[in-house]
């Protein structure tokens, strides 16, 4: 299944959720905020959100900046 | 020193620091420790899928700093409301520094788009700190619109020229009910004295302490800078002449 | 911060303070107290005989405070060697503050007798430390003939008006051997922090302090831009640039 | 010289000068014979109704001098609009200077009214020029509305400060595809004479003439500051140094 | 325009133009034409022995223009001197363009020895025009020796940085009897004409018209600044303002 | 009859029109725009253009102005 | 007897020393330095230097100045 | 015979004068100045100067200078 991830396509597992992901890709829920589709999603829906073919995933998190 | 109120809230130092361009975390640490400063400002990226890293935040002590997101990288005013509320998301207080550049090379704010976006995150709980060119009338329109603060250019961007918009910012301030915080273009701490010699009530500084060779000590630079420059105001400056007057009396010499 | 070393005289402090024109002693007192300075210029004048009054030099803790006699009202170099002899007999070490300016209105120095007077004083043992326009190459033969600094003017005397003279300044900072002393037209801390920034070895103020509403928190002011500027000038300044440069990164944005 | 172009039309001179604020009907005349302009601005108010008196129109050469009616008094874009058209009516070519102030006591222009009323006066076959304050973003959105030039201030109208912002109006001719015309400020030919060095194409000049002695032979000046700034810009300008350098030969000395 | 007149003789133009570092005789020539100058300067060198080649006096047409020559390459009084009277040898009228410049980097002029040469040269019959410092009172000194004008430089030589000395020779135009000739720094017309605004009498040109890509054009340019500075001065300026003023009536508005 | 001329209120007699007005005012049609209700009026209905109660009228010309 | 001081001509009384002339003007020795004659007068010297008609004596303190 | 040129040691024939000198360099006189042992040589006496052994000889020209 293919999805778009920060502006790029990447393969993904069946029924993966959004958790799943961010732990495959070694990334800590608590350091970044997902938007889904244009949506942001809150992190208490990760474990339960599983994603779809075609969606488009954002993953940001902080840099330095001024 | 006087404290500095934006949105309902104190502090103590009114020297705004800006996190990008370290050479390292530890250099931006000793900057923001050397700065005694209590607002840091980040800004909002995708990770790196392919090398997620660690995050800077890590090094950020949250009970000593408030962390300031920009909405840098905007292109318009539905950029800059995508970017605060996944700042906001992302656990921060709804505080968003308030950036759109249009302009890829010069990094200049747009009047229009940035006032059309304060009015919708005003609306949407945010307090607001739109950076702007040195407009009066844009100033007094975005203060209408219940932003925060209005933080004017110096001058561009990482150009180190200082207050190079000095007429503009003069009668901003004369018609400011909010703090005025002077933003980008600061290269050194009398930069930031002069700023706060005529009135401001904040500056924010980034690339003087990233680019020094020594971050924490010019941190404290501009620290002693900013605290000069408000104890000045404060204590009544006296106005510049033409004509030259002795410090010494002109009575009482030798040859009358 | 590092010393300031004065003919072989180590100073803590790179702020020297003049005695004129306050409002009161009690004035004079807290702007030297809040400026932290260590050395304070005063001149020589006639007792008036009908009413001598009492002494400024009892307002002024000398085990705190090195007294530096200047040489103002000097029309010639005659003139000013008999005040700094004047002023050595009065029990002062042999420190000066040379000044010699035959015009009333501006008060600028004169070169050609500041030099002239400066070499009889050397000779005579004096540590003297004169007061001149910025001249690149006045201060190269003021240096060669023994003076222990040289004391060029930011602007001329009472004018606020800051360090009109940089590019002078720069050359003669560039050139010197022994500490530049950043004299007269120094308005606010953020002329003081500038000379500083641009490697300047220290600054004297006078007017500032004596007109502001508050001269005890100006004086306080003052040594903040001081150290500021030190601080800067040791920790590395970044150079002002045409070009813009952005504070935050330029890739992994939202819309790539 | 070479020739300036607005809106495909052909122009020798590139100086526009104001009418406002003259002694005399004569002395407007003689700043505009004596500055050779081809462009004059008038602005539109009420008849006083008990006193008529005479049109100054009757003393401006209508087939040498194009007449450019300003929207002075508009606060907002609905305002200028209503005047552009009313001026229009007057039997006026449908050019005019767009100028939306707000703000009563420094005139400052409102950047967003000033855009909205720019995109209607564009749609309804109006020349437009825009009195604008100096900022790069909305000189471009501007242009991309179509306006016929953009006219960014040099300092606040009436001060005679000159090109106090410099770096943003260079920004502005580097971006810019329409004339840029410096408005606002000039107080000398020196003035004039920097704007064009830095590219701009033509300036606008009203008060400097207004209070001049001799109003006629200010205009002269300020042609000539003009011309000689425009020959400059063409003639291909060094650019500063911080190294001095010798015009005079540094070898075959005498003492070599 | 009024007559410029130094030591009795009069001039039609206020412009002098220096002869160094063109890239042709040609260039030189050019330049020369298309400032209408009256006085050139030149320097004088050892000839070169292997291949003495012809003289740039050829291509300069004495019935035009007055030969000033300068004592370029002088380290003190004695040198200055000694090349004054090889040039007065060499057929040139007694006068001389005196320059005492010890050091080689940034060839500021020697104060002390620049009045010890005018004051030899002056008894000697020369017509003195001393490059110095803007040093007021030196300045002052020169013209009780009977210097025929004083030349104070705007910045160093060959900066193109224009009038950074602006209030020292603000000073010491309204001091000087004798006519100021503002020499050195300037790179621009709008620096020429800034200082004729100033008052100066006539001024000195030569880098900013050699390094030109055209410079017989920027000679022309050149002259209009001057000439535009100069009727700017005469027609009288009006001073800067912090206040902003109208250039169009506040009364007679619609919304009235 | 009343009209409001140039933001003042003004008696005028009934079925005096723009034309006839500006006779009275010493006004050259020429040198005027005329604006009644907001309505900019062409010169050439001056003539025909009949006041009524209640009108607003501006009449404007042009200033010297930068 | 009649001398300048610090400009001005003034009557003392023969025999008068420096010292007795301080006393008389209430002026503190240790706070001013005594000119006499263009030469400066050592502090010990006060007590014993007697004025003589003409002198020219400078009396000289310090005040505040820049 | 040997003299200084210009800072330069130069061989010349003896009994050389000034003007043979310039001559042998093909110098025109009237572009220059002549200084013989640091005095200024007036123009008539180039045809009778004749040098002599450690003259020092400098001849001077006008070039472009500011």
């Not at chain 1, 474990?47 to 330095?64: K, S």
């Not at chain 2, 934006?6 to 050397?34: C, P, Q, Y």
């Not at chain 2, 980040?42 to 408030?66: E, F, Q, T, W």
């Not at chain 2, 915080?181 to 600061?186: I, W």
Request: with cysteine; net charge negative; proline share 6%.
């Amino acid at each position: 299944m293919t999805i778009t991830l920060n502006g790029k396509p990447r393969e993904i597992a069946d029924g993966m959720t959004v958790a799943g992901l961010l732990q495959e890709l070694r990334i800590e829920q608590k350091q970044v905020v997902v938007e889904r589709n244009a949506a942001i999603l809150p992190k208490q829906r990760y474990a339960e959100e599983t994603l779809a073919e075609g969606d488009i995933l954002e993953i940001v998190h902080f840099v330095g900046g001024g | 020193m006087d404290k500095l109120v934006i949105a309902g809230r104190e502090f103590t130092s009114r020297l705004m620091v800006g996190t990008g361009k370290f050479s390292s975390n530890a250099a931006m640490v000793a900057a923001m420790e050397g700065s005694a400063t209590e607002i840091v400002t980040v800004a909002l990226r995708r990770v790196d899928i392919d090398n997620p890293g660690d995050s800077m935040l890590a090094h950020i002590d949250r009970s000593r700093y408030l962390l300031l997101p920009n909405t840098s990288g905007a292109r318009d005013a539905e950029e800059a409301v995508r970017l605060a509320r996944l700042a906001r998301a992302a656990g921060c207080e709804p505080w968003v520094k308030l950036e759109v550049t249009p302009d890829p090379y010069y990094l200049l704010p747009d009047p229009i788009e940035t006032l059309k976006a304060a009015e919708i995150l005003v609306k949407d709980g945010f307090v607001v700190l739109p950076y702007i060119n040195a407009d009066p009338v844009l100033a007094k329109r975005l203060q209408e619109a219940g932003t925060a603060t209005v933080m004017p250019l110096g001058s561009p961007i990482g150009t180190n020229k200082g207050v190079r918009t000095r007429d503009s910012i003069a009668i901003i301030i004369e018609q400011a009910i909010i703090p005025v915080v002077v933003d980008a273009g600061l290269g050194a701490p009398s930069h930031a004295a002069e700023a706060m010699e005529m009135g401001a009530d904040a500056v924010l500084v980034n690339t003087a302490l990233a680019v020094a060779d020594e971050p924490g000590r010019m941190g404290a630079a501009f620290r002693k800078g900013v605290e000069a420059g408000r104890e000045a105001f404060l204590a009544g400056l006296g106005a510049p002449s033409e004509r030259a007057e002795a410090s010494s009396p002109l009575t009482g010499f030798l040859h009358e």
